[in-house]
Structures are given as C-alpha cells and as structure tokens.
C-alpha cells in the first residue's frame, strides 16, 4: 500500500489541522492505521491509531483529548483532526499502514507516507 500525507502547514498555537493519508494499491479496510510524528533532532513517535475494524482508537497521552483519528474506506483515507495545537505539536507528521497490526511503536508498521511539516507558531 502507498500512502501519501497531505494538510500540514503553518498554524497559530490555539488553532487546528487536518491532515489527510490517501492510500492506493490496497483497500484500508484490512489495515490498521496511524500517525507518528517526528521532532527535529527526535525520535519518531506515536500519535494516534486506529484499528484495521475501525471501530477502536487509540492515543498518545499528549494528544488525547485534542486530535481526532477517522477514516472513509470510500475514499480509501484516513484523517488526523488537530485541535487546540501548540509549539510543542511542532514535527513532520507521517502516516502508517500494517495489515491487521498496528501498536505504539514504529517498528510494527510496514508502509509509510513521506510526511507532511506541521509548524505550530506561538
């Protein structure tokens, strides 16, 4: 499956996002999806998942609360809606696929997006 992440930009702290992960060569239907993100100079970290039934969700502590993970198996996307945003959401932000997998950790996904930069200014 490919993925391709598109929605990042420049935003005021207070203020959303919403990133959206095309896919094409698979149906998501199968597929567990989520979103890490990565800092300059960090490691790449979790954000948000979804399991591939779509019916359980899943996020980091940072994060709970404020972003909101869906996904439209019509358009073969997933979503990542971003409330209430400030400096320290400042990263590239990437979206995983593995088939009926899934977790917190990076090294369980397969496929990967080339991300998206989403700037947080205070």
């Known amino acids: 499956v490919q993925l391709v992440e598109s929605g990042g930009g420049l935003v005021q702290a207070g203020g959303s996002l919403r990133l959206s992960c095309a896919a094409s060569?698979?149906?998501?239907?199968?597929?567990?999806m989520g979103w890490f993100r990565q800092a300059p100079g960090k490691d790449r970290l979790f954000v948000a998942g979804?399991?591939?039934?779509?019916?359980?969700?899943y996020y980091a502590d940072s994060v709970k609360g404020r972003f909101t993970i869906s996904r439209d198996n019509a358009k073969n996307t997933v979503y990542l809606q971003m409330n209430s945003l400030n400096p320290e959401d400042t990263a590239v932000y990437y979206c995983?696929?593995?088939?009926?997998?899934?977790?917190?950790?990076?090294?369980?996904?397969?496929?990967w997006g080339q991300g998206t930069q989403v700037t947080v200014s205070s």
């Open positions: 979804m399991r591939w039934s779509g019916i359980s969700t």
């Open positions: 060569g698979r149906t998501l239907s199968t597929y567990a």
């Open positions: 995983a696929a593995q088939k009926y997998g899934g977790g917190s950790r990076s090294s369980t996904w397969g496929a």
